[in-house]
């Protein structure tokens, strides 16, 4: 697929499910911005994608609603926003399909168990150091 969003290693959306518009920018360009349809808003629609799995589909609706818009207006080249605009969608369906990796709770080593009692003996022998002397000698 040459024509399509790479979102991460498993997941390509085609071109063909992305709705590019093109408007007037408020943006750089003095005079020539007046004139020239130079700011981009792309489209996806979640819901009528074929190319998400079921999960996936589940997951974007969830943290990003039906439809996922992104919007550049930051050149003066029409063809250098729509392609911020594109990075700019995929940026926010990788965030969206990322699931953080569960913890997996480990026990501590003979080492750190060793090193941790040994601080805290010496801890102790810092404050017993600190105590008043007692008259029983």
């Not at 063909?16 to 007046?34: L, M």
């Not at 700019?88 to 369906?93: N, S, V």
Request: glycine share 8%; charged share 30%; proline share 6%.
């Amino acid at each position: 697929m040459e024509d399509a969003l790479r979102i991460n290693g498993g997941l390509r959306i085609p071109l063909s499910e992305i709705v590019v518009r093109a408007s007037r920018s408020s943006g750089p360009g003095g005079q020539h911005a007046n004139v020239t349809a130079s700011r981009i808003e792309v489209v996806f629609d979640v819901r009528a994608s074929p190319t998400l799995t079921p999960g996936q589909r589940a997951l974007l609706l969830d943290r990003l609603g039906p439809v996922v818009r992104a919007v550049s207006q930051d050149a003066r080249s029409q063809s250098r926003n729509r392609q911020l605009a594109l990075e700019r969608l995929a940026e926010r369906l990788r965030q969206g399909l990322y699931v953080a990796p569960s913890r997996r709770a480990t026990a501590p080593t003979k080492g750190a168990k060793k090193r941790r009692l040994e601080a805290k003996g010496r801890r102790s022998q810092v404050k017993q150091g600190r105590r008043r002397p007692t008259g029983d000698d």
